[in-house]
């Protein structure tokens, strides 16, 4: 005859299972189980409800199968199914747990303490891959320029406006291992990366930037210079390279030809008006004498910097062309800068007032410029 460990009463054949008090397995009515005791969610046997342990999963286990079942967190002691802890300087954590102290580096994968990480734009650095990253700078950064290619009389530096989403991981990627670019913050754009390059000779963009590797990582990781409403590639040309005789003669030769350059840029005309408007366009130059354009120009003092060509304290900047991430329209836009201001130094005052796009592309001819010749072909398709 069996007899109920915890009421004492006899238990028939049926209506009993089994508690367990300090290893040792009782009979117990059923009844009485549920009504003062606590089963085991695994092996079904009754234990003292303060026996059983609460799991993360919200199962309660006995002490045996608690151990086969579970790993405890060394940090919050909670007891773990599923789950694989994190050995770390000899103790153990929990998922939660490691989350809520450790991160990893989003370059080299490296664990580091939360507090210690360097977190730039949401992304978090080792205090080492931090001091590597190529990050978004502020919009007035502006480190002292490095000049790549073999001495020359001009240098071209660029600006290259993006948009999709201003992010140093973004940045960095894009970049590369490039020192030609870095990356800084343009409040103009819509969640944008303006990329400023140090300058280069003409031979060098053609040669050794490797601008289509740059072009390419940037298309792939869904950036738009292009098919955007505010973004524009800026060309920088060395100021000490141009004589300020040979810029009031690139002015002229814009002015007059203003229809083809705007053809040229790919802008339309009320990006263009806004972001780079025509120097000269307040003069009416169409109904003045060459006599007369010589002295406009020559006390042409600028202001605005939203104009097609832009004096810097350096530089020259042309700000008349669209956007873009195609390689060999970049170069086209680089070309055409220098071809026009070949031109205009070569050519006399009278003879620039005169010149259009045709003595621009036959001063050019088809080899010097051939990325310009076949974008000019192309644009008057």
């Known amino acids: 005859m069996l007899i109920c460990k915890i009421c004492g009463k006899n238990i028939e054949e049926v209506g009993s299972t089994i508690c367990v008090q300090d290893n040792v397995d009782y009979p117990v009515h059923i009844e009485c189980a549920e009504t003062f005791l ?5 092996c079904n046997k009754f234990f003292k409800k303060e026996e059983l342990k609460l799991t993360s999963l919200g199962n309660h286990y006995c002490p045996t199968c608690l151990d086969s079942l579970t790993v405890k967190c060394d940090v919050c002691g909670r007891n773990m199914e599923n789950d694989v802890l994190k050995k770390i300087y000899g103790k153990s954590y929990c998922q939660r747990c490691f989350e809520g102290k450790y991160t990893f580096c989003v370059v080299c994968g490296k664990r580091i303490l939360k507090d210690k990480a360097k977190n730039i734009n949401g992304a978090n650095y080792c205090n080492s891959c931090s001091k590597k990253i190529k990050k978004v700078e502020n919009y ?7 000049f790549f290619g073999e001495d020359s009389s001009r240098y071209f530096g660029i600006e ?11 940045a960095n990627e894009i970049i590369g291992n490039s020192n030609i670019f870095y990356a800084k913050h343009d409040g103009s754009l819509n969640n944008g990366i303006e990329f400023v390059s140090h300058p280069c000779t003409l031979d060098f963009w053609r040669n050794e930037s490797k601008l289509n590797e740059f072009c390419n990582r940037a298309i792939s990781l869904g950036f738009k210079s292009h098919n955007t409403s505010s973004c524009g590639l800026h060309v920088h040309i060395t100021k000490s390279t141009v004589s300020r005789e040979t810029f009031e003669k690139v002015l002229v030769f814009i002015s007059n030809n203003w229809h083809n350059v705007v053809k040229f840029t790919r802008r339309k005309s009320d990006s263009i008006n806004r972001w780079a408007e025509n120097n000269l366009s307040r003069y009416s130059l169409q109904t003045k004498t060459t006599a007369e354009k010589m002295k406009l120009v020559k006390e042409y003092e600028g202001g605005s910097r939203y104009v097609a060509v832009n004096e810097t304290s350096s530089t020259y900047e042309f700000r008349i062309f669209r956007g873009t991430l195609n390689y060999n329209t970049i170069l086209a836009c680089i070309e055409f800068c220098d071809a026009v201001i070949e031109l205009c130094k070569s050519c006399t005052f009278a003879e620039v007032d005169k010149a259009n796009f045709k003595t621009l592309m036959y001063f050019a001819g088809s080899e010097k410029y ?10 008057n398709k």
Do not use: G, L
């Open 38 to 42: 606590q089963h085991c969610d695994h």
């Open 140 to 146: 007035s950064y502006k480190p002292s320029p490095i």
């Open 160 to 170: 290259v406006e993006t948009e999709y989403k201003e992010s140093n991981i973004y």
């Open 370 to 379: 051939k990325e310009m010749q076949k974008f000019w072909v192309a644009r």
